[in-house]
T-cell receptor, first 114, second 116 residues
Framework: NAGVMQNPRHLVRRRGQEARLRCSPM?????VYWYRQLPEEGLKFMVY????????ESGMPKERFSAEFPKEGPSILRIQQVVRGDSAAYFC????????????FGSGTRLTVV | AQKVTQAQTEISVVEKEDVTLDCVYE???????LFWYKQPPSGELVFLIR??????QNEISGRYSWNFQKSTSSFNFTITASQVVDSAVYFC?????????????FGGGTRVLVKP
């Protein structure tokens, strides 16, 4: 029973490129959350998704960031035209419908913008 | 709005000393969950404990113990007889039951350095 799988573990992008971060939730988990951890800071909520629905995107920057959780396949966090300030660790968590607070976190994707 | 404060940014101890990490939270909700996570140097988040607001019993798990005081809105974490492997950043987090999306609000973290 694999945990939450995030890939890639490390991603390097040049300024202006696009970054795609993938998250496969635990088997049986229908709720996915994305968090961002800037260097030397705590984690900040970005977005909460269920299959084909964005439930809460109050933590998402207004521009360049988008997230989806399609009916089939992993959840994707997409950052367009990356800037240096996007360099951070991005964590995905999932939880089941039967225990919404039973979060399981992935190992994170470390994005470096050069 | 929910808020979590970890006033200690860094604590340095010598092995076998006890260390207590403070966590103070703010919420308007009567039903909420509190969490502690450990982030070792490798970077992943390790779940340590979850406690709901109706369960004020303190908990002990090996060398770890937690003191939940609703009256002071605190959920402190103690490591007894610390070891070098305890060196990590520790995060306290809160999730309100009423909040849309069950999102977690994290404190800023406390870095614990255990010296041999």
């Amino acid at each position: 029973n694999a945990g939450v799988m995030q890939n890639p573990r490390h991603l390097v992008r040049r300024r202006g490129q696009e970054a795609r971060l993938r998250c496969s939730p635990m088997k049986g988990h229908s709720h996915v959350y994305w968090y961002r951890q800037l260097p030397e800071e705590g984690l900040k909520f970005m977005v909460y998704l269920q299959k084909e629905n964005i439930i809460d995107e109050s933590g998402m920057p207004k521009e360049r960031f988008s997230a989806e959780f399609p009916k089939e396949g992993p959840s994707i966090l997409r950052i367009q035209q990356v800037v240096r300030g996007d360099s951070a660790a991005y964590f995905c968590a999932s939880s089941p419908l039967t225990d919404l607070y039973g979060y399981t976190f992935g190992s994170g994707t470390r994005l470096t913008v050069v | 709005a929910q808020k979590v404060t970890q006033a200690q940014t860094e604590i340095s101890v010598v092995e076998k000393e006890d260390v207590t990490l403070d966590c103070v939270y703010e919420t308007r909700d009567t039903t909420y969950y509190l969490f502690w996570y450990k982030q070792p140097p490798s970077g992943e988040l390790v779940f340590l404990i979850r406690r709901n607001s109706f369960d004020e019993q303190n908990e002990i798990s090996g060398r770890y113990s937690w003191n939940f005081q609703k009256s002071t809105s605190s959920f402190n974490f103690t490591i007894t007889a610390s070891q070098v492997v305890d060196s990590a950043v520790y995060f306290c987090a809160l999730s309100e039951a009423r909040a849309a999306g069950n999102k977690l609000t994290f404190g800023g973290g406390t870095r614990v350095l255990v010296k041999p």
